[in-house]
Antibody
Framework: EVRLVESGGGLVQPGESLRLSCAASGFSFGSYGMTWVRQAPGKGLEWVAFTSGSGGAKFYADSVRGRFTVSRDNAKNTLYVQMSSLTVEDTAVYYC???????????????WGQGTLVIVSS | QSVLTQPASVSGSLGQSITVSCTGT?????????VSWYQQHSGKAPRLIIY???NRPSGVPYRFSGSKSGNTASLTIAGLQTDDEADYYCGSYGSGSTYVFGSGTKVTVL
């Protein structure tokens, strides 16, 4: 069974940094692109970032480019997102999801993890 | 990176069919056959129900179907059931290596 489990969320102050993790199991992790999606409280889904299977290709939403860095450790089957200069607008549940191909963001997100909540507040 | 346009809410009676639209542009929905639909029950993670415009993943009922015409994609739910009451989001790959979601539609079963 393919499974994704996010962790690392919590309460941080504006301007601070936080790293989220997504532990994967049940598939050949390094052979698939992975993505982060977030959902602010009561709002819709927002795509955040993508990394290819090797980690060589990375794409970001305009809203996080320059502040967030996506990475992966294929030996540990874990996806990360390092978030810096956080603002209240970054408050959201952050989900990781698997893509169907190694190199392309062009695809679908399946499955999704259960999400981890990040609250940015003073 | 704009949001795809969906109706805020759609409702239907038990057993009825409903359609949710998703309107994008010639840079996303209209450019690629890479539209997906996700179902999200309250407090839960999203679940893929349609990929590549009209394909159903294993385990998704035949009642769910997808289509696309020009810059607009559509999700049809036939024979509405109480468990179909949820939020539905479309998503599309977009030019410039981006991904964009729809604004979301709340489906209510009357």
């Amino acid at each position: 069974e393919v499974r994704l489990v996010e962790s690392g969320g919590g309460l941080v102050q504006p301007g601070e940094s936080l790293r989220l993790s997504c532990a994967a199991s049940g598939f050949s992790f390094g052979s698939y692109g992975m993505t982060w999606v977030r959902q602010a409280p009561g709002k819709g889904l927002e795509w955040v970032a993508f990394t290819s299977g090797s980690g060589g290709a990375k794409f970001y939403a305009d809203s996080v480019r320059g502040r967030f860095t996506v990475s992966r450790d294929n030996a540990k089957n874990t996806l990360y997102v390092q978030m810096s200069s956080l603002t209240v607008e970054d408050t959201a549940v952050y989900y990781c999801a698997k893509l169907p191909r190694e190199y392309q963001l062009r695809g679908w997100f399946d499955p999704w993890g259960q999400g981890t909540l990040v609250i940015v507040s003073s | 990176q704009s949001v795809l346009t969906q109706p805020a809410s759609v409702s239907g009676s038990l057993g009825q069919s409903i359609t949710v639209s998703c309107t994008g542009t010639s840079s996303d929905v209209g450019a690629y056959n890479s539209v997906s639909w996700y179902q999200q029950h309250s407090g839960k993670a999203p679940r893929l129900i349609i990929y590549d415009v009209s394909n159903r993943p294993s385990g998704v009922p035949y009642r769910f179907s997808g289509s696309k015409s020009g810059n607009t994609a559509s999700l049809t739910i036939a024979g509405l059931q109480t468990d179909d009451e949820a939020d539905y989001y479309c998503g599309s790959y977009g030019s410039g290596s981006t991904y964009v979601f729809g604004s979301g539609t709340k489906v209510t079963v009357l």
